[in-house]
T-cell receptor, first 109, second 113 residues
Framework: AQRVTQPEKLLSVFKGAPVELKCNYS??????LFWYVQYSRQRLQLLLR??SRESIKGFTADLNKGETSFHLKKPFAQEEDSAMYYC???????????FGTGTLLAVQP | GAGVSQSPSNKVTEKGKDVELRCDPI?????LYWYRQSLGQGLEFLIY????????KSGLPSDRFSAERTGGSVSTLTIQRTQQEDSAVYLC???????????FGQGTRLTVV
């Protein structure tokens, strides 16, 4: 079965500190993984996807198939990074886009 | 063109009434998804459409929930005999084809009193 786990409901850091938002997945095939972000009073939007292997707003995420993880990282958090972050998985066979429960990132000044 | 549009933005209904939520996807997008967002529950998958067909309805919480899509475009999510636990934000998303970036609507906030 497809499953996405985000163990932290809330992550609070100070501005300038490193950030790592954890995401683990369960899927027997080759998944596509995404990070979506929802800023206050805005729509949910794509932040990055693993196949692009790009850095967006300073965030990166590496797919680790051995650990079935796709953690989101940023070396120096900014206050404007405060938002709700969702990890998502698309299992190609089922074509179902499944989300984790989300992590609220709060960056303190 | 315009993004994904959902209507109404807010809906307050009495327990036991039926409600219909509408989603207008981005033109040309073949895949359409419905999710429910509740506090502390994250994004709960409800159903997705590929064209007009729904290959997976397993996420619908009960038989009071149904959804349809016509003309490969507009979709409606219907909740019959609403209950207080149905109160949530219902999100719709569309993508050009399955597996690609999903674009979300602003959601419909449903409150059952």
């Amino acid at each position: 079965a497809q499953r996405v786990t985000q163990p932290e409901k809330l992550l609070s850091v100070f501005k300038g500190a490193p950030v790592e938002l954890k995401c683990n997945y369960s899927y027997s095939g080759s998944p596509e993984l995404f990070w979506y972000v929802q800023y206050s009073r805005q729509r949910l939007q794509l932040l990055l996807r693993h196949i692009s292997r790009e850095s967006i707003k300073g965030f990166t995420a590496d797919l680790n198939k051995g650990e079935t993880s796709f953690h989101l990282k940023k070396p120096f958090a900014q206050e404007e990074d405060s938002a709700m972050y969702y990890c998502a998985l698309n299992g190609g066979a089922t074509n179902k886009l499944i989300f984790g429960t989300g992590t609220l990132l709060a960056v303190q000044p | 063109g315009a993004g994904v549009s959902q209507s109404p933005s807010n809906k307050v209904t009495e327990k036991g009434k039926d409600v219909e939520l509408r989603c207008d996807p981005i033109s040309g997008h073949t895949a359409l998804y419905w999710y429910r967002q509740s506090l502390g529950q994250g994004l709960e998958f409800l159903i997705y459409f590929q064209g007009n067909s729904a290959p997976d309805k397993s996420g619908l919480p009960s038989d009071r929930f149904s959804a349809e899509r016509t003309g490969g475009s507009v979709s409606t999510l219907t909740i019959q005999r609403t209950q207080q636990e149905d109160s949530a934000v219902y999100l719709c998303a569309s993508s050009s084809h399955l597996g690609t970036e999903a674009f979300f609507g602003q959601g419909t906030r449903l409150t059952v009193v």
